[in-house]
C-alpha cells in the first residue's frame, strides 16, 4: 500500500459544479497535511494546509478524518481557472523534513 | 522578489557525464529539499536538508548527491547519469522544514541519453 494515495482522475465537471477529492494516508502518526495545487507541469504552489478541525478559504474546504485516516477537500462552485491537478502532501513523522506526496488528482472543469 | 532559483532549466545529456543542478532562494529558508517528477508516480523526495552542514536521504536518494554548505544554495549532483534519472526536477525551500509551507523553483527538465 502507498503511504499517500489519492485518485489520479480525471475529474471532468461543468461549471459551478461541486467536486470533492480524498486522499488516504498510511501512517496513523501523521500530523501535518497539506494540499498543493500544480499546473500543466509548473511548480506546485501551496492551496492551503488542513487542520484538525478543518478549514475553509473562500470556495475551498479542507477536512481531517483520522480515524479513516484521509484528509479531503472540497472544491465549491468550479471556476475553469479550478483546472489543474491537486496533490496531496503528508509529514509522516510530523517532524524532520520528509514528505510524501500523493500522485495528484487531475481536475478538468469545463465551461 | 522572493523566489528559488533553479539552474538549467532545460538540459540533455548523455549517461556517464557528471552533472549539477543548482538550486537557490533569498527567503533565509533553514529547510530545502529536492525532487524529482515522474509520470504516474508523483513527486518523489530525493533529498532534504534541515540545515546548513545537514542533509538527509529521502525516498529516492540512489545516484544522487547533494551538498549544503551555505543556508541559501542546495545544489543537486548527478555523478553518473543514467537514463532512469531523465525526469522533471524540483527544488524546494520552507521557513518551517517539513511543516511549513513549501516554495518551489520552476523545475529543471533532465534528459539523459
Known amino acids: 500500500r502507498k503511504e499517500v494515495e489519492q485518485d489520479p482522475g480525471p475529474f471532468n465537471v461543468p461549471e459551478g459544479a461541486t467536486v470533492a477529492f480524498n486522499c488516504t494516508y498510511s501512517n496513523s502518526a501523521s500530523q501535518s497535511f497539506f494540499w498543493y495545487r500544480q499546473d500543466c507541469r509548473k511548480e506546485p504552489k501551496l492551496l492551503m494546509s488542513?487542520?484538525?478541525s478543518g478549514n475553509e478559504d473562500g470556495r475551498f474546504t479542507a477536512q481531517l478524518n483520522r480515524a479513516s485516516q484521509y484528509i479531503s477537500l472540497l472544491i465549491r462552485d468550479s471556476k475553469l481557472s479550478d483546472s489543474a491537478t491537486y496533490l496531496c502532501v503528508v509529514n509522516p513523522y510530523n517532524q524532520g523534513g520528509k514528505l510524501i506526496f500523493g500522485q495528484g488528482t487531475e481536475l478538468s472543469v469545463k465551461p | 522578489e522572493a523566489q528559488v532559483t533553479q539552474n538549467p532549466r532545460y538540459l540533455i545529456t548523455v549517461t556517464g557525464k557528471k552533472l549539477t543542478v543548482t538550486c537557490s532562494q533569498n527567503?533565509?529558508?533553514?529547510?530545502m529539499s529536492w525532487y524529482r517528477q515522474d509520470p504516474g508516480l508523483g513527486l518523489r523526495q530525493i533529498y532534504y536538508s534541515m540545515n546548513v552542514e545537514v542533509t538527509d536521504k529521502g525516498d529516492v536518494p540512489e545516484g544522487y548527491k547533494v551538498s549544503r554548505k551555505e543556508k541559501r544554495n542546495f545544489p543537486l549532483i548527478l555523478e553518473s547519469p543514467s537514463p532512469n534519472q531523465t525526469s522533471l526536477y524540483f527544488c524546494?525551500?520552507?521557513?518551517?522544514?517539513?511543516?511549513?509551507?513549501?516554495?518551489f523553483g520552476e523545475g529543471s527538465r533532465l534528459t539523459v541519453l
Open positions: 527567503m533565509n529558508h533553514e529547510y
Open positions: 524546494a525551500s520552507s521557513l518551517q522544514g517539513g511543516t511549513g509551507e513549501l516554495f
Open positions: 488542513v487542520y484538525s
